[in-house]
Nanobody, 122 residues
Framework: QVQLVESGGGSVQAGGSLRLSCTTSAHTYTHFCMAWFRQAPGKEREGVAAFGRIGTTYYSDSGKGRFTIARENARNTYLQMTALKPEDPAMYYC?????????????????WGQGTQVTVSS
Protein backbone atom coordinates (compact mmCIF):
# COMPACT_ATOMS: atom_id res chain seq x y z
CA GLN A 1 0.00 0.00 0.00
CA VAL A 2 1.48 3.32 -1.12
CA GLN A 3 1.57 6.03 1.54
CA LEU A 4 1.67 9.75 0.84
CA VAL A 5 2.99 12.64 2.89
CA GLU A 6 2.34 16.26 1.97
CA SER A 7 4.28 19.28 3.14
CA GLY A 8 4.77 22.92 2.27
CA GLY A 9 1.49 24.43 3.35
CA GLY A 10 1.36 27.64 5.32
CA SER A 11 0.09 31.17 5.38
CA VAL A 12 0.78 33.59 2.56
CA GLN A 13 -0.55 36.96 1.49
CA ALA A 14 -2.83 37.25 -1.49
CA GLY A 15 -0.75 37.35 -4.64
CA GLY A 16 1.98 35.26 -3.07
CA SER A 17 3.26 31.79 -3.90
CA LEU A 18 3.63 28.43 -2.22
CA ARG A 19 5.07 25.11 -3.29
CA LEU A 20 3.49 21.99 -1.91
CA SER A 21 5.36 18.70 -1.89
CA CYS A 22 4.07 15.14 -1.89
CA THR A 23 6.37 12.23 -1.18
CA THR A 24 5.25 8.64 -1.63
CA SER A 25 6.60 5.57 0.07
CA ALA A 26 8.74 3.32 -2.09
CA HIS A 27 6.77 1.56 -4.81
CA THR A 28 7.32 -0.27 -8.08
CA TYR A 29 4.54 1.21 -10.20
CA THR A 30 5.76 2.53 -13.53
CA HIS A 31 2.40 3.87 -14.69
CA PHE A 32 0.21 5.69 -12.23
CA CYS A 33 -1.68 8.92 -11.71
CA MET A 34 -0.98 11.59 -9.13
CA ALA A 35 -3.15 14.57 -8.35
CA TRP A 36 -3.62 17.48 -6.01
CA PHE A 37 -7.01 18.15 -4.50
CA ARG A 38 -8.24 20.76 -2.10
CA GLN A 39 -11.15 20.93 0.27
CA ALA A 40 -12.39 24.01 2.07
CA PRO A 41 -14.80 23.76 5.01
CA GLY A 42 -18.31 22.99 3.83
CA LYS A 43 -17.22 22.38 0.25
CA GLU A 44 -16.62 19.29 -1.83
CA ARG A 45 -13.13 18.04 -2.54
CA GLU A 46 -11.93 19.64 -5.77
CA GLY A 47 -9.21 18.37 -8.06
CA VAL A 48 -6.91 21.21 -9.06
CA ALA A 49 -4.02 19.51 -10.90
CA ALA A 50 -3.10 16.00 -11.98
CA PHE A 51 -0.68 13.85 -13.89
CA GLY A 52 -2.35 11.25 -16.05
CA ARG A 53 -1.03 7.74 -16.62
CA ILE A 54 1.43 8.79 -19.35
CA GLY A 55 2.38 12.09 -17.76
CA THR A 56 -0.20 14.36 -19.36
CA THR A 57 -1.10 17.24 -17.05
CA TYR A 58 -4.62 18.33 -16.22
CA TYR A 59 -5.81 21.46 -14.44
CA SER A 60 -9.09 22.71 -13.09
CA ASP A 61 -10.37 26.06 -14.25
CA SER A 62 -9.48 27.43 -10.83
CA GLY A 63 -5.88 26.26 -11.11
CA LYS A 64 -5.16 26.79 -14.79
CA GLY A 65 -2.54 29.47 -15.35
CA ARG A 66 -1.67 29.77 -11.66
CA PHE A 67 -0.90 26.23 -10.49
CA THR A 68 1.74 23.92 -11.93
CA ILE A 69 2.07 20.24 -11.11
CA ALA A 70 5.57 18.86 -11.45
CA ARG A 71 7.23 15.55 -10.84
CA GLU A 72 10.85 15.14 -9.82
CA ASN A 73 10.77 11.33 -9.87
CA ALA A 74 8.37 8.49 -9.15
CA ARG A 75 8.15 9.46 -5.49
CA ASN A 76 8.11 13.26 -5.42
CA THR A 77 5.39 15.42 -6.87
CA TYR A 78 4.94 19.14 -6.37
CA LEU A 79 2.26 21.77 -6.75
CA GLN A 80 3.61 25.23 -7.43
CA MET A 81 0.94 27.81 -6.68
CA THR A 82 1.28 31.44 -7.70
CA ALA A 83 -0.95 34.49 -7.56
CA LEU A 84 -2.83 33.00 -4.62
CA LYS A 85 -6.29 34.38 -4.08
CA PRO A 86 -8.57 34.68 -1.03
CA GLU A 87 -10.65 31.80 -2.45
CA ASP A 88 -7.67 29.40 -2.49
CA PRO A 89 -7.44 28.58 1.26
CA ALA A 90 -8.15 24.92 1.91
CA MET A 91 -6.63 21.69 3.03
CA TYR A 92 -4.61 20.44 0.09
CA TYR A 93 -4.23 16.72 -0.46
CA CYS A 94 -2.19 14.65 -2.86
CA UNK A 95 -3.62 11.43 -4.20
CA UNK A 96 -2.29 8.34 -5.97
CA UNK A 97 -3.94 5.83 -8.25
CA UNK A 98 -2.51 2.84 -10.10
CA UNK A 99 -5.74 2.45 -12.06
CA UNK A 100 -6.38 6.11 -12.96
CA UNK A 101 -9.70 7.18 -14.40
CA UNK A 102 -10.85 10.78 -14.53
CA UNK A 103 -7.62 12.61 -13.61
CA UNK A 104 -9.35 15.30 -11.54
CA UNK A 105 -12.09 13.09 -10.14
CA UNK A 106 -11.77 12.22 -6.46
CA UNK A 107 -13.43 8.84 -7.06
CA UNK A 108 -10.47 7.86 -9.26
CA UNK A 109 -8.11 7.80 -6.29
CA UNK A 110 -7.96 5.37 -3.41
CA UNK A 111 -4.77 6.54 -1.72
CA TRP A 112 -4.59 9.93 -0.04
CA GLY A 113 -2.20 11.87 2.11
CA GLN A 114 -3.14 13.55 5.36
CA GLY A 115 -3.25 17.02 3.82
CA THR A 116 -1.44 20.29 4.29
CA GLN A 117 -3.22 23.52 5.14
CA VAL A 118 -2.99 26.62 2.95
CA THR A 119 -4.13 29.99 4.26
CA VAL A 120 -4.26 33.19 2.23
CA SER A 121 -4.57 36.56 3.89
CA SER A 122 -5.79 39.64 2.05
Amino acid sequence: QVQLVESGGGSVQAGGSLRLSCTTSAHTYTHFCMAWFRQAPGKEREGVAAFGRIGTTYYSDSGKGRFTIARENARNTYLQMTALKPEDPAMYYCAFSEFCGQPLGADSYSTWGQGTQVTVSS
